[in-house]
Protein backbone atom coordinates (compact mmCIF):
# COMPACT_ATOMS: atom_id res chain seq x y z
CA UNK A 1 0.00 0.00 0.00
CA UNK A 2 1.64 3.52 -1.34
CA UNK A 3 0.39 7.05 0.04
CA UNK A 4 0.23 9.83 -2.35
CA UNK A 5 -0.89 13.47 -0.91
CA UNK A 6 -2.28 15.98 -4.06
CA UNK A 7 -1.71 19.84 -2.42
CA UNK A 8 -2.71 22.91 -4.03
CA UNK A 9 -4.94 26.02 -2.66
CA UNK A 10 -7.66 25.87 -5.08
CA UNK A 11 -9.91 22.64 -3.46
CA UNK A 12 -11.64 22.06 -6.85
CA UNK A 13 -7.85 21.20 -8.62
CA UNK A 14 -7.45 18.99 -5.38
CA UNK A 15 -10.99 17.11 -5.85
CA UNK A 16 -10.46 16.80 -9.89
CA UNK A 17 -6.78 15.36 -9.56
CA UNK A 18 -7.61 13.23 -6.12
CA UNK A 19 -10.81 11.73 -8.59
CA UNK A 20 -8.46 11.21 -11.93
CA UNK A 21 -5.86 9.22 -9.84
CA UNK A 22 -8.54 7.24 -8.04
CA UNK A 23 -10.15 6.66 -11.49
CA UNK A 24 -7.03 5.76 -13.18
CA UNK A 25 -6.79 2.68 -10.96
CA UNK A 26 -2.89 2.82 -9.53
CA UNK A 27 -2.52 -0.94 -7.55
CA UNK A 28 -2.64 0.18 -3.84
CA UNK A 29 -2.26 3.39 -4.21
CA UNK A 30 -4.49 5.63 -1.35
CA UNK A 31 -5.03 9.31 -2.27
CA UNK A 32 -4.72 11.95 0.19
CA UNK A 33 -5.65 15.84 -0.19
CA UNK A 34 -4.48 19.30 1.37
CA UNK A 35 -5.68 23.09 0.61
CA UNK A 36 -2.20 24.12 1.77
CA UNK A 37 1.31 23.66 2.97
CA UNK A 38 0.14 24.02 6.60
CA UNK A 39 -2.72 20.94 6.25
CA UNK A 40 -0.21 19.03 4.01
CA UNK A 41 2.61 19.42 7.31
CA UNK A 42 -0.31 18.36 9.56
CA UNK A 43 -0.52 14.60 6.97
CA UNK A 44 3.13 14.31 7.57
CA UNK A 45 3.01 14.36 10.85
CA UNK A 46 0.58 11.81 11.39
CA UNK A 47 1.73 9.36 8.61
CA UNK A 48 4.32 8.88 6.20
CA UNK A 49 3.61 9.86 2.27
CA UNK A 50 5.27 8.22 -0.74
CA UNK A 51 4.05 10.62 -3.29
CA UNK A 52 3.47 14.33 -2.98
CA UNK A 53 1.73 16.41 -5.72
CA UNK A 54 1.57 19.91 -5.51
CA UNK A 55 1.17 23.44 -6.57
CA UNK A 56 4.45 25.26 -6.39
CA UNK A 57 2.87 28.74 -5.98
CA UNK A 58 0.79 28.71 -3.16
CA UNK A 59 0.44 32.05 -0.45
CA UNK A 60 2.10 31.06 2.88
CA UNK A 61 4.47 28.28 2.27
CA UNK A 62 5.17 27.59 -1.13
CA UNK A 63 5.91 24.39 -2.71
CA UNK A 64 9.81 24.22 -2.58
CA UNK A 65 9.45 25.24 0.65
CA UNK A 66 6.96 22.56 1.50
CA UNK A 67 9.61 20.03 -0.35
CA UNK A 68 12.35 21.21 2.02
CA UNK A 69 10.58 20.03 4.76
CA UNK A 70 9.14 16.77 3.39
CA UNK A 71 13.26 16.05 2.73
CA UNK A 72 13.71 16.80 6.17
CA UNK A 73 11.78 14.03 7.70
CA UNK A 74 10.54 11.80 5.06
CA UNK A 75 14.26 11.70 2.51
CA UNK A 76 12.34 8.99 0.39
CA UNK A 77 9.03 10.80 -0.60
CA UNK A 78 9.17 11.32 -4.24
CA UNK A 79 7.83 14.89 -4.66
CA UNK A 80 6.29 15.88 -8.07
CA UNK A 81 5.96 19.50 -8.90
CA UNK A 82 3.01 21.22 -11.13
CA UNK A 83 2.88 24.53 -11.80
CA UNK A 84 1.62 26.71 -14.30
CA UNK A 85 4.57 28.59 -14.59
CA UNK A 86 7.34 27.79 -16.85
CA UNK A 87 10.21 29.17 -14.91
CA UNK A 88 13.87 27.95 -15.42
CA UNK A 89 14.79 29.11 -11.73
CA UNK A 90 11.60 27.00 -10.42
CA UNK A 91 12.76 24.04 -12.24
CA UNK A 92 16.43 24.16 -11.35
CA UNK A 93 15.90 24.35 -7.53
CA UNK A 94 13.03 21.66 -7.74
CA UNK A 95 15.45 19.54 -9.43
CA UNK A 96 18.16 20.59 -6.31
CA UNK A 97 15.80 19.02 -4.11
CA UNK A 98 15.66 16.01 -5.51
CA UNK A 99 11.99 16.35 -7.07
CA UNK A 100 10.59 13.42 -9.13
CA UNK A 101 8.96 15.78 -12.06
CA UNK A 102 8.17 19.19 -12.82
CA UNK A 103 4.81 19.39 -14.91
CA UNK A 104 3.07 22.58 -16.53
CA UNK A 105 -0.79 22.34 -15.74
CA UNK A 106 -1.06 23.17 -19.39
CA UNK A 107 0.38 19.46 -20.01
CA UNK A 108 -2.67 17.73 -19.26
CA UNK A 109 -4.00 14.44 -17.57
CA UNK A 110 -1.89 12.20 -19.17
CA UNK A 111 1.77 13.65 -18.46
CA UNK A 112 0.10 14.06 -14.81
CA UNK A 113 -0.61 10.26 -14.45
CA UNK A 114 2.84 9.30 -16.17
CA UNK A 115 4.62 11.32 -13.57
CA UNK A 116 2.24 9.81 -10.60
CA UNK A 117 3.68 6.27 -12.74
CA UNK A 118 7.37 7.47 -12.69
CA UNK A 119 7.58 8.45 -9.01
CA UNK A 120 5.75 4.76 -8.13
CA UNK A 121 8.36 2.90 -10.17
CA UNK A 122 11.15 4.71 -8.59
CA UNK A 123 10.28 3.68 -5.13
CA UNK A 124 10.13 0.28 -6.50
CA UNK A 125 13.77 0.26 -8.02
CA UNK A 126 15.33 1.69 -4.90
CA UNK A 127 13.54 -1.76 -3.33
CA UNK A 128 14.64 -3.67 -6.07
CA UNK A 129 18.40 -1.90 -5.55
CA UNK A 130 18.47 -3.34 -1.38
CA UNK A 131 18.56 0.22 -0.40
CA UNK A 132 17.10 -0.94 2.30
CA UNK A 133 18.69 -4.12 2.59
CA UNK A 134 22.01 -2.22 2.61
CA UNK A 135 20.35 0.10 5.44
CA UNK A 136 19.68 -2.95 7.22
CA UNK A 137 22.83 -4.47 6.50
CA UNK A 138 24.87 -1.69 8.44
CA UNK A 139 22.34 -1.66 11.61
CA UNK A 140 23.22 -5.16 11.89
CA UNK A 141 26.85 -4.75 11.58
CA UNK A 142 26.24 -2.44 14.41
CA UNK A 143 23.69 -4.37 16.33
CA UNK A 144 26.13 -8.04 15.71
CA UNK A 145 27.60 -7.59 19.26
CA UNK A 146 24.46 -7.79 20.70
CA UNK A 147 22.80 -10.35 18.38
CA UNK A 148 25.59 -12.94 19.24
CA UNK A 149 25.22 -12.14 22.84
CA UNK A 150 21.86 -13.34 22.46
CA UNK A 151 21.99 -15.53 20.20
CA UNK A 152 24.74 -17.80 22.55
CA UNK A 153 22.59 -16.84 26.01
CA UNK A 154 19.88 -18.68 24.39
CA UNK A 155 21.98 -21.89 23.15
CA UNK A 156 23.14 -22.06 26.96
CA UNK A 157 19.97 -21.67 28.80
CA UNK A 158 18.24 -23.93 26.22
CA UNK A 159 15.78 -21.69 24.94
CA UNK A 160 17.61 -22.29 21.53
CA UNK A 161 18.66 -25.83 19.83
CA UNK A 162 20.88 -26.52 17.47
CA UNK A 163 18.97 -27.62 14.07
CA UNK A 164 19.44 -28.02 10.31
CA UNK A 165 20.36 -23.87 9.80
CA UNK A 166 22.73 -24.04 13.10
CA UNK A 167 25.73 -23.71 10.95
CA UNK A 168 24.09 -20.92 8.49
CA UNK A 169 23.19 -18.88 11.81
CA UNK A 170 26.50 -19.34 13.31
CA UNK A 171 28.06 -17.71 9.63
CA UNK A 172 25.62 -14.84 9.41
CA UNK A 173 26.33 -13.88 13.09
CA UNK A 174 30.10 -14.11 12.28
CA UNK A 175 30.50 -16.46 14.91
CA UNK A 176 33.79 -18.67 13.46
CA UNK A 177 32.30 -21.80 15.85
CA UNK A 178 32.12 -25.33 13.58
CA UNK A 179 28.78 -26.94 14.13
CA UNK A 180 30.04 -30.54 14.53
CA UNK A 181 33.31 -29.78 16.82
CA UNK A 182 32.47 -30.11 20.12
CA UNK A 183 32.64 -27.29 22.43
CA UNK A 184 34.54 -26.99 26.15
CA UNK A 185 33.26 -24.32 28.68
CA UNK A 186 34.10 -22.27 31.27
CA UNK A 187 32.26 -19.64 33.29
CA UNK A 188 33.75 -16.87 35.63
CA UNK A 189 32.24 -14.94 38.51
CA UNK A 190 33.54 -11.35 40.12
CA UNK A 191 33.65 -12.39 44.01
CA UNK A 192 32.89 -9.11 45.28
CA UNK A 193 32.66 -5.59 43.98
CA UNK A 194 34.33 -2.35 46.15
CA UNK A 195 32.19 0.93 45.58
CA UNK A 196 31.82 0.94 41.78
CA UNK A 197 29.52 2.65 39.62
CA UNK A 198 27.56 0.44 37.63
CA UNK A 199 29.46 1.94 34.16
CA UNK A 200 32.74 0.98 36.30
CA UNK A 201 31.75 -2.64 36.98
CA UNK A 202 30.15 -2.96 32.74
CA UNK A 203 34.32 -1.73 32.09
CA UNK A 204 36.08 -4.00 34.56
CA UNK A 205 34.02 -6.85 33.16
CA UNK A 206 35.27 -5.87 29.71
CA UNK A 207 38.82 -5.52 31.25
CA UNK A 208 38.26 -10.11 31.98
CA UNK A 209 37.36 -10.83 28.64
CA UNK A 210 39.78 -8.89 27.49
CA UNK A 211 42.77 -10.31 29.56
CA UNK A 212 41.33 -13.84 28.68
CA UNK A 213 41.43 -13.25 24.50
CA UNK A 214 45.03 -12.20 25.05
CA UNK A 215 45.97 -15.48 26.82
CA UNK A 216 43.99 -18.05 24.41
CA UNK A 217 43.26 -16.27 21.46
CA UNK A 218 46.23 -17.35 19.58
CA UNK A 219 45.63 -21.28 20.01
CA UNK A 220 41.65 -21.47 20.44
CA UNK A 221 38.34 -20.09 18.90
CA UNK A 222 36.61 -18.45 21.70
CA UNK A 223 33.37 -16.12 22.82
CA UNK A 224 32.83 -14.67 25.62
CA UNK A 225 29.22 -13.75 27.45
CA UNK A 226 28.39 -11.59 30.55
CA UNK A 227 24.78 -12.87 32.24
CA UNK A 228 23.36 -12.25 35.54
CA UNK A 229 25.75 -8.79 36.28
CA UNK A 230 28.55 -10.58 37.78
CA UNK A 231 29.18 -13.61 35.55
CA UNK A 232 30.89 -14.92 32.40
CA UNK A 233 31.16 -17.55 30.20
CA UNK A 234 33.68 -18.94 27.61
CA UNK A 235 32.21 -21.25 24.98
CA UNK A 236 36.06 -22.29 23.51
CA UNK A 237 36.76 -24.63 20.37
CA UNK A 238 40.59 -24.96 19.19
CA UNK A 239 41.09 -23.27 15.93
CA UNK A 240 42.33 -25.78 13.30
CA UNK A 241 45.51 -24.85 13.12
CA UNK A 242 45.84 -26.41 16.48
CA UNK A 243 46.88 -29.86 15.98
CA UNK A 244 47.61 -30.83 19.17
CA UNK A 245 44.27 -29.47 20.96
CA UNK A 246 42.29 -30.43 17.60
CA UNK A 247 42.63 -33.93 18.23
CA UNK A 248 43.42 -34.12 22.38
CA UNK A 249 40.01 -33.05 24.49
CA UNK A 250 41.96 -33.62 27.57
CA UNK A 251 44.61 -31.58 26.60
CA UNK A 252 42.46 -28.45 25.67
CA UNK A 253 41.00 -28.93 29.33
CA UNK A 254 44.26 -29.02 30.68
CA UNK A 255 45.35 -26.29 28.14
CA UNK A 256 42.28 -24.22 29.56
CA UNK A 257 42.64 -24.62 33.45
CA UNK A 258 46.27 -23.91 33.11
CA UNK A 259 45.17 -20.73 31.14
CA UNK A 260 42.40 -19.62 33.56
CA UNK A 261 44.96 -20.14 36.20
CA UNK A 262 47.06 -17.07 35.11
CA UNK A 263 43.74 -15.20 34.11
CA UNK A 264 42.96 -15.32 37.45
CA UNK A 265 46.11 -13.76 38.78
CA UNK A 266 46.70 -11.40 35.79
CA UNK A 267 43.08 -10.00 37.04
CA UNK A 268 43.80 -10.10 40.39
CA UNK A 269 46.94 -7.78 40.00
CA UNK A 270 46.21 -5.58 37.35
CA UNK A 271 41.92 -4.94 37.76
CA UNK A 272 42.14 -5.44 41.33
CA UNK A 273 39.69 -8.80 41.33
CA UNK A 274 38.93 -11.27 42.59
CA UNK A 275 37.51 -14.17 40.31
CA UNK A 276 36.05 -17.66 40.74
CA UNK A 277 36.36 -19.88 38.00
CA UNK A 278 34.66 -23.28 36.88
CA UNK A 279 36.12 -24.59 33.98
CA UNK A 280 34.55 -27.69 32.35
CA UNK A 281 36.58 -30.95 32.63
CA UNK A 282 35.43 -32.51 29.04
CA UNK A 283 33.90 -30.93 26.03
CA UNK A 284 30.28 -31.53 25.12
CA UNK A 285 27.83 -31.26 22.47
CA UNK A 286 26.32 -27.98 20.82
CA UNK A 287 23.07 -30.21 21.64
CA UNK A 288 24.47 -30.63 25.23
CA UNK A 289 25.73 -26.96 25.71
CA UNK A 290 22.42 -26.21 28.31
CA UNK A 291 23.11 -28.86 30.70
CA UNK A 292 26.60 -28.19 30.80
CA UNK A 293 26.20 -24.44 31.59
CA UNK A 294 23.86 -25.59 34.37
CA UNK A 295 26.05 -27.93 36.23
CA UNK A 296 28.79 -25.56 35.72
CA UNK A 297 26.38 -22.53 37.76
CA UNK A 298 25.62 -25.63 39.96
CA UNK A 299 29.14 -26.29 41.18
CA UNK A 300 29.69 -22.47 41.74
CA UNK A 301 26.72 -21.65 43.59
CA UNK A 302 27.19 -25.10 46.04
CA UNK A 303 30.86 -23.95 46.38
CA UNK A 304 30.33 -20.40 47.25
CA UNK A 305 31.02 -20.86 51.31
CA UNK A 306 34.45 -22.27 50.31
CA UNK A 307 36.09 -18.30 49.44
CA UNK A 308 37.16 -16.65 46.85
CA UNK A 309 39.44 -17.37 43.81
CA UNK A 310 37.99 -20.83 43.24
CA UNK A 311 38.91 -22.84 40.49
CA UNK A 312 37.12 -26.09 39.94
CA UNK A 313 36.52 -28.18 37.48
CA UNK A 314 32.79 -29.91 37.29
CA UNK A 315 34.73 -33.49 37.82
CA UNK A 316 35.71 -32.12 41.61
CA UNK A 317 33.05 -34.86 42.70
CA UNK A 318 33.89 -34.66 46.18
CA UNK A 319 32.38 -30.64 45.88
CA UNK A 320 29.20 -31.54 45.00
CA UNK A 321 26.34 -33.20 46.63
CA UNK A 322 24.03 -36.35 45.05
CA UNK A 323 21.61 -32.88 44.64
CA UNK A 324 22.02 -32.03 41.04
CA UNK A 325 19.61 -34.83 39.37
CA UNK A 326 16.95 -33.58 41.60
CA UNK A 327 17.85 -30.00 40.36
CA UNK A 328 18.24 -30.99 36.87
CA UNK A 329 14.98 -32.79 36.60
CA UNK A 330 13.06 -28.99 38.11
CA UNK A 331 14.87 -27.13 35.84
CA UNK A 332 13.24 -29.32 33.27
CA UNK A 333 9.79 -28.60 34.96
CA UNK A 334 10.59 -24.93 34.84
CA UNK A 335 11.22 -24.86 31.04
CA UNK A 336 8.40 -27.23 29.66
CA UNK A 337 5.39 -24.78 32.28
CA UNK A 338 7.24 -22.05 30.16
CA UNK A 339 6.89 -23.67 26.75
CA UNK A 340 3.05 -24.51 28.22
CA UNK A 341 2.48 -20.92 29.19
CA UNK A 342 3.52 -19.69 25.64
CA UNK A 343 1.27 -22.51 24.10
CA UNK A 344 -1.56 -20.49 26.08
CA UNK A 345 -0.29 -17.36 24.79
CA UNK A 346 0.01 -17.96 21.22
CA UNK A 347 -3.45 -20.17 21.20
CA UNK A 348 -1.65 -23.80 19.98
CA UNK A 349 -4.49 -25.86 21.71
CA UNK A 350 -3.24 -28.98 20.50
CA UNK A 351 0.27 -28.27 20.93
CA UNK A 352 -0.78 -27.71 24.80
CA UNK A 353 -2.00 -30.41 25.02
CA UNK A 354 0.34 -32.78 23.63
CA UNK A 355 3.02 -31.21 26.00
CA UNK A 356 0.62 -32.28 28.85
CA UNK A 357 0.47 -35.23 27.93
CA UNK A 358 4.18 -35.70 27.50
CA UNK A 359 4.87 -34.66 31.20
CA UNK A 360 1.85 -37.40 31.98
CA UNK A 361 3.80 -40.07 30.34
CA UNK A 362 7.40 -39.06 32.14
CA UNK A 363 8.47 -42.02 33.58
CA UNK A 364 11.38 -39.72 36.14
CA UNK A 365 7.89 -37.57 37.73
CA UNK A 366 5.12 -40.95 37.44
CA UNK A 367 7.92 -42.90 39.93
CA UNK A 368 8.87 -39.63 41.98
CA UNK A 369 5.69 -38.56 44.77
CA UNK A 370 7.95 -34.97 45.19
CA UNK A 371 8.30 -34.05 40.95
CA UNK A 372 4.77 -34.91 40.93
CA UNK A 373 3.86 -32.38 43.84
CA UNK A 374 6.22 -29.98 42.26
CA UNK A 375 5.16 -29.97 38.73
CA UNK A 376 0.88 -30.21 39.61
CA UNK A 377 1.66 -26.93 42.07
CA UNK A 378 3.98 -25.02 38.97
CA UNK A 379 1.28 -25.90 36.37
CA UNK A 380 -1.66 -25.23 37.97
CA UNK A 381 0.50 -21.53 39.13
CA UNK A 382 1.17 -20.94 35.68
CA UNK A 383 -2.15 -21.61 34.40
CA UNK A 384 -3.92 -19.44 36.98
CA UNK A 385 -1.59 -16.67 36.58
CA UNK A 386 -2.57 -16.32 33.23
CA UNK A 387 -5.93 -17.00 33.40
CA UNK A 388 -6.23 -13.65 36.10
CA UNK A 389 -4.14 -11.55 33.44
CA UNK A 390 -6.68 -12.72 30.79
CA UNK A 391 -9.86 -11.87 32.86
CA UNK A 392 -10.80 -15.49 32.71
CA UNK A 393 -9.98 -16.30 36.07
CA UNK A 394 -13.80 -16.54 37.47
CA UNK A 395 -14.72 -18.35 34.32
CA UNK A 396 -11.88 -21.34 35.35
CA UNK A 397 -13.45 -21.28 38.63
CA UNK A 398 -16.69 -22.03 38.11
CA UNK A 399 -16.12 -24.39 35.50
CA UNK A 400 -13.28 -26.95 37.05
CA UNK A 401 -12.67 -28.59 40.10
CA UNK A 402 -9.84 -26.74 41.81
CA UNK A 403 -10.41 -27.88 44.50
CA UNK A 404 -9.19 -31.50 43.94
CA UNK A 405 -6.78 -29.69 41.94
CA UNK A 406 -5.47 -28.03 44.95
CA UNK A 407 -6.00 -30.78 47.77
CA UNK A 408 -2.26 -32.33 47.95
CA UNK A 409 -3.55 -35.53 48.54
CA UNK A 410 -5.18 -35.73 44.91
CA UNK A 411 -1.46 -35.38 43.43
CA UNK A 412 -1.20 -39.15 44.17
CA UNK A 413 -2.95 -39.56 40.99
CA UNK A 414 -0.48 -37.96 38.13
CA UNK A 415 -3.51 -38.53 35.67
CA UNK A 416 -5.92 -37.39 36.99
CA UNK A 417 -4.16 -34.52 37.31
CA UNK A 418 -3.08 -33.79 33.77
CA UNK A 419 -6.47 -34.06 32.66
CA UNK A 420 -8.25 -31.56 35.15
CA UNK A 421 -5.55 -29.31 33.83
CA UNK A 422 -6.43 -30.17 29.90
CA UNK A 423 -9.64 -29.12 30.88
CA UNK A 424 -8.26 -25.94 32.35
CA UNK A 425 -6.75 -25.25 29.25
CA UNK A 426 -9.84 -26.05 26.96
CA UNK A 427 -11.99 -23.51 28.95
CA UNK A 428 -8.88 -20.96 28.46
CA UNK A 429 -8.46 -21.50 25.04
CA UNK A 430 -12.54 -21.29 24.50
CA UNK A 431 -12.65 -18.13 26.32
CA UNK A 432 -9.87 -16.83 24.53
CA UNK A 433 -11.64 -17.57 21.14
CA UNK A 434 -14.82 -16.08 21.98
CA UNK A 435 -13.45 -12.85 23.22
CA UNK A 436 -11.22 -12.55 19.96
CA UNK A 437 -14.17 -13.25 17.91
CA UNK A 438 -16.35 -10.56 19.95
CA UNK A 439 -13.58 -7.93 20.13
CA UNK A 440 -13.22 -8.38 15.74
CA UNK A 441 -17.33 -8.31 15.47
CA UNK A 442 -16.89 -5.23 17.03
CA UNK A 443 -14.04 -3.65 15.57
CA UNK A 444 -16.01 -4.14 12.14
CA UNK A 445 -19.51 -2.87 13.49
CA UNK A 446 -17.47 0.23 14.62
CA UNK A 447 -15.88 0.78 11.92
CA UNK A 448 -18.61 0.06 9.29
CA UNK A 449 -20.84 2.71 11.25
CA UNK A 450 -18.31 5.53 11.46
CA UNK A 451 -18.58 4.97 7.61
CA UNK A 452 -21.76 5.28 7.73
CA UNK A 453 -21.95 8.19 9.26
CA UNK A 454 -18.95 10.18 7.50
CA UNK A 455 -19.56 9.13 3.96
CA UNK A 456 -18.49 13.09 3.03
CA UNK A 457 -15.33 13.31 5.61
CA UNK A 458 -12.12 11.84 5.82
CA UNK A 459 -12.20 7.76 5.38
CA UNK A 460 -8.59 7.12 4.60
CA UNK A 461 -6.38 4.54 6.08
CA UNK A 462 -4.97 6.90 8.29
CA UNK A 463 -8.42 8.12 9.75
CA UNK A 464 -9.71 4.52 10.05
CA UNK A 465 -6.33 3.46 11.97
CA UNK A 466 -6.53 6.21 14.28
CA UNK A 467 -10.28 5.20 15.20
CA UNK A 468 -9.24 1.56 16.12
CA UNK A 469 -5.89 2.70 17.32
CA UNK A 470 -3.96 0.19 14.78
CA UNK A 471 -1.29 0.93 12.36
CA UNK A 472 -3.11 1.54 8.66
CA UNK A 473 -1.62 -1.49 6.86
CA UNK A 474 -2.03 -3.70 9.76
CA UNK A 475 -5.98 -2.76 9.58
CA UNK A 476 -6.15 -2.94 6.37
CA UNK A 477 -5.12 -6.66 6.21
CA UNK A 478 -7.32 -7.09 9.74
CA UNK A 479 -9.85 -5.78 8.16
CA UNK A 480 -10.11 -7.91 5.00
CA UNK A 481 -8.89 -10.77 6.91
CA UNK A 482 -12.05 -10.62 9.30
CA UNK A 483 -14.67 -9.31 6.37
CA UNK A 484 -13.16 -11.08 3.34
CA UNK A 485 -13.12 -7.74 1.08
CA UNK A 486 -11.22 -4.43 1.59
CA UNK A 487 -11.72 -1.80 3.71
CA UNK A 488 -11.95 -0.03 0.10
CA UNK A 489 -14.87 -1.82 -1.51
CA UNK A 490 -16.99 -1.28 2.13
CA UNK A 491 -16.45 2.29 1.46
CA UNK A 492 -17.38 2.52 -2.19
CA UNK A 493 -20.48 0.36 -1.03
CA UNK A 494 -21.67 2.65 1.33
CA UNK A 495 -21.20 5.24 -0.75
CA UNK A 496 -22.82 3.91 -3.75
CA UNK A 497 -25.60 2.70 -1.30
CA UNK A 498 -25.90 6.02 0.07
CA UNK A 499 -26.24 7.54 -3.08
CA UNK A 500 -29.25 5.17 -4.56
CA UNK A 501 -31.05 6.26 -1.54
CA UNK A 502 -30.47 9.82 -2.26
CA UNK A 503 -31.54 9.70 -6.06
CA UNK A 504 -34.51 7.45 -5.13
CA UNK A 505 -35.81 9.51 -2.50
CA UNK A 506 -34.61 12.92 -2.27
CA UNK A 507 -34.63 15.46 -5.33
CA UNK A 508 -31.15 16.76 -4.45
CA UNK A 509 -28.71 17.50 -7.39
CA UNK A 510 -26.32 15.13 -8.61
CA UNK A 511 -23.78 17.41 -7.61
CA UNK A 512 -24.80 17.65 -4.13
CA UNK A 513 -25.25 14.26 -3.65
CA UNK A 514 -21.70 13.08 -5.12
CA UNK A 515 -20.46 15.87 -2.62
CA UNK A 516 -22.57 14.08 0.85
CA UNK A 517 -21.67 10.99 -0.96
CA UNK A 518 -17.73 11.59 -0.67
CA UNK A 519 -16.89 11.87 -4.32
CA UNK A 520 -14.18 14.71 -5.09
CA UNK A 521 -16.31 15.64 -8.38
CA UNK A 522 -19.59 15.15 -10.06
CA UNK A 523 -17.77 14.25 -13.06
CA UNK A 524 -16.02 11.45 -11.48
CA UNK A 525 -18.98 10.21 -9.53
CA UNK A 526 -21.08 9.89 -12.65
CA UNK A 527 -18.51 8.08 -14.17
CA UNK A 528 -17.93 5.60 -11.03
CA UNK A 529 -21.94 5.19 -10.79
CA UNK A 530 -22.77 4.37 -13.84
CA UNK A 531 -19.61 1.63 -13.91
CA UNK A 532 -21.28 0.02 -11.02
CA UNK A 533 -24.87 0.23 -11.90
CA UNK A 534 -24.64 0.51 -15.70
CA UNK A 535 -26.77 3.63 -15.33
CA UNK A 536 -25.95 6.95 -15.18
CA UNK A 537 -27.08 8.65 -11.71
CA UNK A 538 -30.37 10.52 -13.63
CA UNK A 539 -31.24 7.46 -15.36
CA UNK A 540 -31.46 5.64 -11.99
CA UNK A 541 -33.31 8.39 -10.64
CA UNK A 542 -36.01 7.76 -13.17
CA UNK A 543 -35.77 4.33 -13.41
CA UNK A 544 -36.35 3.68 -9.22
CA UNK A 545 -39.49 5.88 -9.61
CA UNK A 546 -41.38 3.85 -11.76
Request: proline letters at 2%; one cysteine or more; glycine letters at 4%.
Amino acid sequence: MRRILIVDDEPFIVNGLAGMIKEADFTELEVYKANSAAEAIQWFERTSMDIVLTDISMPGMNGLELQKRIVQQWPRSKVIFLTGYNDFSYVKEAIHHRAVDYILKTEGDQAILAAVNKAIEELNQEIERGAQFEKAQAQLHAALPFLQKEYLLDLLHGELQPNSSFQKQMNELSLTFVENDPVLLFIGKVDEWSEYSSADKALLLYGVQNIADEYMKSSVKLESITYDKTRIAWLIQPLASNHDLMIDERRLARFVLGTVERIQQTCKELLKLKLSFVVSSECCTWLNLSDRFEELNRVMRRNFGMGHELLLTDASAEMISTAPLKDSQTKMLQKQTSQLELCLVSGQQIEFKRKLMELMNDSDIRSDADLRLIASYQLLSMIMTYAMNEGFLKVVMENTELNRLLNQDSQGNWEETIIRLIEIGDTLFKNKVGMTNQHSRSLVTRIKKYIDENLSEDLSLTRLGELVSLNPFYLSRLYKQLTGEGLSDTIMTARLAEAKRLLKDTNDKVQDIATKVGFESAAYFNRFFKKSTEYTPQAYREYSRK
